[in-house]
């Protein structure tokens, strides 16, 4: 049974930083492809991230997140972070990770994710 649980989130002014967490339990991690996904009060989700199972651990990253966050993977701990930094207020919402096979983004959205975790919230704020 695949669990995927994230920690990390919290309050933080603008301009600063956090680190997200995904811990992976149930599955090879490096058989998946992860993607980072956040919804935000009467929004939809969108997905931010996505680091792929290849050995390059290529990635997408959202337009609105491009040089600010950085994903990445530790096959051996089975977990794959989030370095979020330059946060923005806009950048408040629930963030979720999630499974697939590969990083797949149309018109600029991530598609074809299963399992999902339960999220952590994040709040940008001063």
Sequence with gaps: QVQLVESGGGLVQPGGSLRLSCAASGIPLDGYAIGWFRQAPGKEREGVSCVTKTSDGSTWNADSVKGRFTISRDNAKKTVY??????????TGVYYCATSLVCTAVLGKLIGFTSWGQGTQVTVSS
């Design 82 to 91: 989030l370095q979020m930094n330059s946060l923005k207020p806009e950048d």
